[in-house]
Nanobody, 130 residues
Framework: QVQLVESGGGLVQAGGSLRLSCAASSGRPFSNYAAGWFRQAPGKEREFVAGISWSGGAPGSPYYGDFVKGRFTISRDNAKNMVYLQMNSLKPEDTGDYYC???????????????????WGQGTQVTVSS
């Protein structure tokens, strides 16, 4: 079992930045889990934002959703059981609930569906005003 707790959401003006954090607690080393960020806007489906494979996974990770276009950076600190999402140049369309997710021995790929992730946090709300 993995428990995930997100933090760092809030209200920001367009063009601003936020750093989301995800604290993980697990009976297994967190390095054994792929970590992803997803978001869901009102009335829309949950979509892949960014993901990073487990530490022994395939090279080439992390991956990002097409809409990110270099604005976001995912990172992890396995020693601290933390995953981060640095979001810069935020746009109003980035507004939504952001969720941290984990998958045991997961290999992240572009556009990975949310159903492949086994564990989810409760989400943190991000609102970008114009």
């Amino acid at each position: 079992q993995v428990q995930l707790v997100e933090s760092g959401g809030g209200l920001v003006q367009a063009g601003g930045s936020l750093r989301l954090s995800c604290a993980a607690s697990s009976g297994r080393p967190f390095s054994n889990y792929a970590a992803g960020w997803f978001r869901q806007a009102p009335g829309k489906e949950r979509e892949f934002v960014a993901g990073i494979s487990w530490s022994g996974g395939a090279p080439g990770s992390p991956y990002y959703g097409d809409f990110v276009k270099g604005r976001f950076t995912i990172s992890r600190d396995n020693a601290k059981n933390m995953v981060y999402l640095q979001m810069n140049s935020l746009k109003p369309e980035d507004t939504g609930d952001y969720y941290c997710a984990a998958q045991f021995l997961g290999i992240v790929r572009k556009g990975q569906p949310s159903k492949e992730y086994d564990y989810w946090g409760q989400g943190t709300q991000v609102t970008v005003s114009s």
